[in-house]
């Protein structure tokens, strides 16, 4: 399984991003799909999650902000994020969780870098 995330970029305060994540696979509805991020000098955190039968789940630093979705047709989920703050800004990465319900993740993709300025 690959994954390669796409979408990040350069954002005021306030602004919008959406991030893509496409997988590899034949099996991709069977997959549960997280993100996650990491901040300068943080570790990484949990940040969402779609399970395979659609639960979605999300950080409480993010509720209200983010959305996770998927398209099985395209193999590619998605992270909506609208009035972002500076403290979003790191590196997220997507993940794909064999078991389906986003208890552990067993593939990640390389990171795409979301940057958000005050």
């Known amino acids: 399984v690959q994954l390669q995330a796409s979408g990040g970029g350069l954002v005021q305060a306030g602004g919008s991003l959406r991030l893509s994540c496409a997988t590899s696979?034949?099996?991709?509805?069977?997959?549960?799909m997280g993100w996650f991020r990491q901040a300068p000098g943080k570790e990484r955190e949990f940040v969402a999650a779609?399970?395979?039968?659609?639960?979605?789940y999300y950080a409480d630093s993010v509720k209200g902000r983010f959305t996770v979705s998927r398209d099985n047709a395209k193999n590619t989920v998605y992270l909506q994020m609208n009035n972002l703050k500076p403290e979003d800004t790191a590196v997220y990465y997507c993940a794909a969780g064999l078991d389906g319900l986003g208890k552990e993740y067993d593939y990640w993709g390389q990171g795409t870098l979301v940057t958000v300025s005050s």
């Open positions: 696979g034949r099996t991709f509805s069977s997959y549960a």
């Open positions: 779609i399970s395979r039968v659609t639960s979605t």
